[in-house]
């Protein structure tokens, strides 16, 4: 669809390309959600993530994401990107972008992907403390 991007990548992600892509001349709102590795998790310093996915099955879901959003949300357009690999405290695993006429729809359509996609998506993330690591969300 000329509509949705999804993507998957071990390159670091652009919220530039992700707000390029939806940017529309009849949307007055484009909204962003980016997610960024923090320093640390339940009180415990964090030094990095590792994110993977089965990818085939990641893209279709990411897509249905998108698709649901369109037709749920009074929405132009979406980009749902994230990455797999390692990353550093402050660099960004995942972007979704969506333009709408108003502002309420796309914050509406971006909670929507991004509470989504940490149920359903298979990708998994492996937090590294000072002490040891830990998979989280090891099941979608």
Sequence with gaps: MQNIDIAISNKKLSVEDCSD????????AINLFVGTVRNQ??????????FSSYE???????????EKALDKFDISKIAIHHFVGELQIGEIPVIIAVS?????AGFEACQFAIDTLKETVPIWKKEYFVDG?????ATP
């Design 100 to 104: 709408s006429a108003h502002r309420t």
């Design 21 to 28: 892509f939806v940017k529309e001349p009849n949307c007055g």
């Design 41 to 50: 998790t339940n009180k415990k310093e964090v030094t990095k993530l590792d």
């Design 56 to 66: 085939p099955m990641a893209l279709k879901e990411m897509q249905k994401i998108a």
């Design 133 to 137: 690591s830990v998979w989280v969300n």
